[in-house]
């Protein structure tokens, strides 16, 4: 299997798109993360969900998560309220890696690699082209395992 027979469609997001979008998405789709790009269709970083969880807790409870108790019923309903005003690119920690990139030819294993090393859900699959990557699609970690798990039965 190489990467371009795993690569699927995916929902990508851009860096500039108003941050109140991804969580909506994110829940309709029951999607792990979401393929952040640039204005030119680049993959530029992964919104994983637990990071879009993260920026609408209130940071204060974040810190300190005994303080989640005193959180009443009307103001956890409106935790996704927080995003608003903000960019995707807000959402992203300071530290947040690039995105992993496989090859078109790169097999599963070389992808399953890139997922444990990056600890990420998803891979973007795309030829390298000056000046950046024309991408193909997306391989999620769970589609990966499904396909791992039905060619060891065959």
Known sequence: MRARDLAVEYETVSLDADASA??????????????????????????????????LVPMYVVEDPTLAAVVDERHADRLCEAPAGRTVRDCLSKDTPPPAIAAPD??????????????????????KEAPGVRLLGVITA?????RLLAASVA
């Open 106 to 127: 790169d097999t599963a294993p070389e992808v399953a690699a890139q997922m444990a090393r990056l600890r990420s859900p998803l891979v973007a699959v795309g030829n």
């Open 22 to 55: 991804p969580p909506r998405l994110m829940a309709q789709q029951w999607l792990s993360a979401l393929l952040v790009v640039d204005e030119a269709g680049m993959p530029k970083a992964i919104l994983p969900t637990s990071q879009m969880v993260k920026v």
């Open 142 to 146: 769970s589609h990966l395992l499904e």
